[in-house]
């Protein structure tokens, strides 16, 4: 019994390790935040012995470019060549620590790479690019497992919290071309969607579990609510509504859930297939939601595959966009006559890529590593 019990839980761990590192980081111009470990790395403690580590390093990229109002594609925006297109890479380190085999840390430090291309923002004639990069918000947090692996040997389940740090530069700039008095270029800030933070102490929510549903298949969930109750942040728009002057500061949710099979081995190859809502709330939960954000949502089916040699996992996923749609803004809404219904836009992406790598330090190796 003893046997089946281990046997399950490291199977539990891998699957943890390589499934829930990487963020929940939507494909486009709604998700605004570009820091690590939304909902997942405060989840990301796994099923550790006490006093073990687990270190992953995980790497994401996406590109977006297809324009949505509501669910309503506009493709002329790519016939026309007027798209703004936004090309995102993000490194992250997270790091969590067993405290007993129940309770957990984490810890996660994201660097972010990123360009915008558009006319819009350029005079409307030519196109060029911005570009942000730098560390973005940091998270730090933890959670508890409802179960010891005795008690539950088909599963587990643990909810957590954390903090999500303003250490993000919120007010990034680049040069913008044609927008001067007399045409010159300008220092601005960057747009929303490429700020390598929003300027909010952020509290995280998060629940994550994992079950076994037969010998080898296991379904596996996660999801977080960041309550954001900063209002807006200060940092200028340039947009031309008054309304939308200065940036918002959003909440943000996430949710996911599938299915995962080692294939052969444990110790091997494995599947996954799930799916992922991720967006930005119309209305933030706590304070007032003024200023400019781009809500909406992306609703995406997620394969993935992964390979475990020892300690070590390598996965990749990727997840592809389904469903897309920018929502109604506030202030949309408060713009808008009977006359002239307002609804924004925004660009999303296709599909977004997400490689990781995950160490799980055992006992003794991690008693050896604190000697030093």
């Known amino acids: 019994m003893k046997n089946l019990i281990s046997a399950i839980k490291y199977i539990i761990v891998t699957l943890i390790i390589m499934f829930f590192p990487e963020d929940l980081f939507a494909q486009g111009c709604v998700a605004i935040r570009q820091f690590s470990g939304i909902g997942n790395a405060v989840g990301q403690g796994n099923i550790l012995e006490k006093g073990e580590l687990n270190i992953s390093a995980n790497y994401r990229y996406f590109k977006s470019f297809r324009h949505f109002r509501g669910t309503h594609e506009e493709p002329d925006r790519l016939t026309n060549n007027t798209e703004v297109i936004n090309w995102t890479h993000l490194i992250d380190l997270n790091i969590s620590y067993a405290f007993t085999e129940r309770i957990f840390g984490i810890l996660s430090v994201p660097y972010a790479y990123n360009e915008r291309s558009s006319l819009y923002e350029h005079g409307r004639t030519e196109r060029h690019t911005t570009y942000s990069q730098g560390l973005t918000d940091l998270i730090i947090g933890g959670g508890y497992w ?14 957590g919290g954390g903090l999500k740090l303003p250490t993000g530069n919120y007010g990034a700039t ?6 001067g008095p007399n045409g010159e270029s300008e220092i601005r800030p960057v747009d929303q969607s490429i700020q390598l933070g929003d300027g909010g102490l952020g509290l ?3 629940g994550q579990g994992v079950w076994n549903l037969g010998k080898t298949t296991f379904l596996y969930y996660d999801g977080f609510y960041m309550l954001n109750p900063r209002n807006t942040n200060g940092v200028q728009t340039f947009r031309r509504r008054e309304s939308e002057a200065i940036m918002s500061v959003p909440d943000q949710y996430a949710l996911r859930a599938g299915l995962f099979k080692p294939v052969g081995s444990a110790h091997g190859l494995a599947l996954s297939l799930g799916g992922r809502i991720e967006g930005v709330p119309v209305r933030d939960i706590l ?8 809500p909406g949502y992306i609703v995406s089916v997620e394969p993935g595959a992964s390979y475990m040699i020892k300690d070590f996992t390598i996965g990749l996923n990727v997840p592809i966009a389904l469903l897309r749609n920018r929502t109604r803004s506030l202030t949309d809404i408060a713009d808008s006559t ?3 219904r307002v609804h924004g836009d925004a660009a999303f992406a296709d599909y977004l890529v997400n490689l990781s790598l995950a160490w799980r330090i055992a006992k003794k190796d991690s008693d050896l590593f604190n000697s030093f």
Not at 146 to 159: D, Q
Not at 174 to 179: G, K, L, T
Not at 287 to 294: A, E, H, N, T, Y
């Open 146 to 159: 409802l179960f010891t692996g005795e008690k539950s040997p088909k599963g587990n389940m643990a909810i």
């Open 174 to 179: 680049s040069r913008f071309y044609n927008v």
């Open 338 to 340: 009977p006359d002239n």
């Open 287 to 294: 304070g007032k939601s003024d200023g400019f954000r781009r």
């Open 204 to 206: 995280i929510i998060n």
